[in-house]
């Protein structure tokens, strides 16, 4: 039951406990009502192997409940469930093609390992559980182990089960994710091992490296020969793209469309209504005895009503604007905001000066019943206005008793509820270095504070404002849908979709590679459905049904214009980059003959030839040459094989072919370590080398087909 005590003590961190584990058993069920494909059950498959819809499901709903364990909410938005589901899958690529791999090889992990690190405690994701020492706020392994034990006597009691196992699942969740990751590192460790460097590299990366270069350069732009004047043919083109094939391989298949999106807005009508609505509300805020607090509520207002007064620029703009001129209880409104589509009324009540700023200690005094806790808060307080220590006392009590900063910023602009509001304004309002008591009604708790410190004093208001934005109302939005819906029925091509949608007031966007991964189309929220027809039905030229999407206020059609399978990319789609690239290849071998014979006046004195100097350059730091807005690192290869007042043969670079004077070389006074500068060479030479894990990637032939479910 111990536990089960530090369980209850965990405050916040147990409800969240107890909603996720009500989440999973919902989700469960969910799942196996609604489950969205009756075909096959696998995701997608890596190395042959497949990867089941309840494998990634069961990863998918164990991740992000360590989301929302870590981050306190029972809550994620669409995009962090987005971010989720391609981490999961990442991981599970990952983890299944690095233990293949270490399977063929023997590397292993073994239990043993996996305690010997819970023991240390300092792996970085001990540091996110629960189980830490309250003193150091450092993972504690006893704390863990008592859990543990806890666990397995209490997992099978109906009621403390389903808080255990959550926890108990968390925990499990850490376990494997370190696991994984150690086999990923010993894998790595013994490729970038297999990596050694030699002292003749070690000197010369140091000496480049501790060296800078002045250069003077003339340089000829690719720009100054006209592409008309430089023949490519078709053979050429298809040279180059053999040569550069393995450039253009595409992992996975994708989608070129074409698609029309309208999104649905208020009519004039709608925010006449609204205005009109705002109008009946402002009559009631004249009211002497209005109740403010269900106003705001029951008129949805988007500025949640305070008693509390806030900064003016906590306010809507259209409000501060107003305030240092308004007189108590004026109304104004309603008032139309362009910028947000929003009308405006507010009540202007009163003014005062609050400091921005407070420091306080606080103490918490809970006793048996309400009698109990009032005598014991008025015991304590006796006994600190006769010169108690404050944190002694706390620690009495189990508590730290440290100063706290309270922020205008932690409260001003939220909704608050009733207690907040008692404890923000006695405390706001507590002169300094006076003891207190804060009581609510119906908590038996009570909180001795002292105000020890204020900063910042600023002039402050208090309003109620009711703020709506326009909204479409359904006879709007079903205006909307009728139209797109002809549009939509009139079109049975990709042809027919680009004649027709000026006809209608639409305009037609396009979308280039979009693959079965995407989360989204057009970036508009809920368009799952139009990614799987266009993934699993679509075929090119054809029109996709109506699509109702966005945050219910958005309707899409879509078609697909060219479909790219795995594999090497069509010459036909980089076509036009080869052909740039061999035009400068062409002009920069004209450039080169022109320069030939010539000095380095003479090429400056060449037609379209630019002059720079361009100091300090080096390895550490590759030039940017400003005249040609181009990075070239080719130059600072050149310079290093130079002596002072040496010119360059002509270079070719990214953006122009040049030619560079050494003005200076200077070199750094540093002493050369072998060892250490062994040690940076083998660190360059790695971060290359992990181009291994991409590598395998390619090979893995995976598979992903979560569009088909999620």
């Not at 962090?80 to 999961?88: G, P």
């Not at 003959?593 to 090429?603: N, P, R, T, V």
Request: charge should be negative.
């Amino acid at each position: 039951m111990a536990t089960l005590q530090k369980l209850r003590n965990m405050g916040p961190l147990l409800i969240i406990i107890v909603g996720l584990a009500l989440f999973a058993f919902i989700a469960g069920d969910a799942w196996k009502i609604l489950q969205p494909h009756q075909g096959s059950l696998n995701v997608g498959s890596v190395n042959g192997k497949e990867i089941s819809v309840t494998e990634y499901q069961k990863m998918f709903d164990e991740y992000t409940n360590v989301l929302k364990l870590l981050r306190n909410t029972n809550n994620l938005s669409e995009e962090d469930y987005a971010q989720a589901k391609d981490y999961v899958w990442y991981t599970l690529v990952r983890s299944q093609i690095i233990n293949d791999e270490a399977e063929k090889i023997g590397i292993t992990f073994t239990d043993a390992e996996l305690q010997s690190i819970v023991n240390e405690g300092t792996h970085p994701a001990l540091q996110q559980t629960p189980f830490y020492n309250p003193q150091t706020r450092k993972f504690d392994v006893d704390a863990l182990n008592q859990f543990l034990s806890d666990y397995e006597q209490y997992k099978n009691d109906e009621n403390f089960a389903m808080q255990y196992k959550a926890l108990y699942d968390f925990w499990r969740f850490i376990e494997n994710s370190i696991a994984d990751e150690m086999i990923a590192q010993k894998y790595q460790a013994l490729v970038m091992n297999s990596i050694i460097s030699n002292p003749v590299v070690a000197k010369s990366n140091f000496d480049s490296n501790n060296a800078t270069y002045d250069i003077e350069i003339k340089a000829i732009p690719y720009s100054a020969i006209a592409d008309s004047t430089v023949s490519v043919s078709n053979s050429e083109v298809k040279k180059l793209y053999k040569e550069k094939k393995d450039l253009f391989k595409q992992l996975t298949e994708s989608r070129s469309i074409k698609y029309v999106s309208s999104k649905v807005t208020p009519s004039a009508q709608d925010r006449e209504d609204l205005r009109a609505e705002l109008a009946e509300i402002a009559d009631s805020l004249k009211a002497d005895n209005a109740d403010y607090e269900n106003i705001s509520r029951f008129a949805y207002s988007e500025v949640p009503y305070c008693k509390i007064a806030w900064a003016k620029d906590v306010y809507p703009e259209e409000v501060q604007v107003r305030l240092d001129n308004a007189k108590e209880n004026e109304v104004f409104g309603p008032i139309y905001n362009a910028s947000d589509d929003s009308y405006t009324v507010f009540k202007y009540l009163s003014s005062t000066t609050v400091a921005d700023s407070v420091k306080v200690k606080l103490l918490y005094v809970t006793a048996e019943n309400n009698d109990a806790t009032k005598a014991l808060a008025d015991s304590i307080m006796t006994v600190l206005k006769g010169g108690a220590d404050f944190k002694e006392l706390a620690k009495k009590y189990d508590q730290e008793g440290v100063e706290n900063w309270i922020k205008s910023s932690d409260y001003e602009g939220a909704k608050l509820q009733e207690n907040d509001v008692v404890y923000l304004s006695t405390i706001l309002n507590a002169d300094k270095n006076k003891y207190g008591v804060i009581e609510f009604d119906g908590v038996p708790t009570k909180i001795i504070f002292m105000v020890t410190e204020k900063k910042n004093p600023e002039k402050k208001y208090n309003a109620v404002v009711i703020k709506r934005q326009s909204q479409f109302s359904s006879e709007t939005y079903n205006e909307a849908y009728n139209k797109f819906s002809q549009f939509v029925a009139s079109c049975k091509n990709t042809e027919d979709l680009e004649s027709k949608a000026e006809e209608f007031g639409y305009t037609v966007l396009e979308q280039n590679y979009l693959f079965n991964s995407a989360h989204n189309i057009a970036n508009l929220p809920q368009t799952r459905n139009a990614i799987k027809w266009l993934f699993s039905e679509a075929k090119v030229g054809q029109v996709s049904p109506l699509y109702e999407c966005g945050n219910n206020d958005n309707l899409l059609v879509i078609t697909p214009t060219k479909i790219s399978e795995q594999g090497y990319v069509a010459l036909s789609e980089v076509e036009s980059e080869l052909k740039y690239e061999l035009l400068n290849d062409k002009k920069a071998e004209s450039i080169i003959a022109q320069m030939s014979g010539k000095s380095f006046d003479e090429i400056g004195a060449m037609n379209g030839a630019k002059s720079d100097v361009v100091k300090r350059i080096s390895f550490s730091a590759p030039a940017f040459i400003n005249i040609t807005s181009s990075s070239e690192p080719v130059i600072c290869a050149a310079a290093t094989r130079l002596n002072e007042g040496e010119v360059s043969a002509p270079i070719k670079g990214n953006n122009a072919v040049y030619v560079i004077k050494l003005i200076s070389k200077t070199s750094k006074e540093a002493e050369f370590n072998a060892e250490s500068e062994g040690n940076n060479v083998k660190m360059n030479v790695q971060r290359s080398a992990s181009q291994y894990l991409k590598d395998l990637n390619e090979n893995s032939n995976t598979v992903d087909n979560r569009y088909l479910f999620f």
